[in-house]
């Protein structure tokens, strides 16, 4: 499955910006999608991961660093998987990849990016005033 990253830029701190993420082919709905990205000389970090939960928008898991500011979702309609940026920092600035795991992921493996089969390209995101 090829990925489609976009949404990235640059934003002031406090700014706000949105990722979108479409699979080249429609994943099922039991799959886990989630957010990691990378800094400069930094290993690559999970964001955010979705989870199906049998109804409604599915379960939601966020990093600690972006917790309360960062949400992500997903149109199971559209087959895509977004990322809201709020109240963005210098700290967010790395690079945005969306991952497609090969089945639904338990809570305990949902944060490794060992546990995805298919990456997009990246999305540059870069928060400076």
């Known amino acids: 499955v090829q990925l489609q990253a976009s949404g990235g830029g640059l934003v002031q701190p406090g700014g706000s910006l949105r990722l979108s993420c479409a699979p080249s082919r429609r994943t099922a709905s039991t799959q886990t999608l989630a957010w990691f990205r990378q800094a400069p000389g930094k290993e690559r970090e999970f964001v955010a991961a979705?989870?199906?939960?049998?109804?409604?928008?599915?379960?939601?898991f966020y990093g600690d660093s972006v917790k309360g500011r960062f949400t992500i979702s997903r149109d199971y309609a559209k087959n895509t998987v977004d990322l809201q940026m709020n109240s963005l920092k210098s700290e967010d600035t790395a690079v945005h990849y969306c991952?497609?795991?090969?089945?639904?992921?338990?809570?305990?493996?949902?944060?490794?990016?060992?546990?995805?089969?298919?990456w997009g390209q990246g999305t540059l995101v870069t928060v400076s005033s």
């Open positions: 991952a497609v795991a090969p089945r639904g992921l338990i809570l305990s493996t949902l944060r490794s990016p060992h546990e995805y089969d298919d």
């Open positions: 979705i989870r199906w939960s049998g109804g409604g928008g599915g379960n939601r």
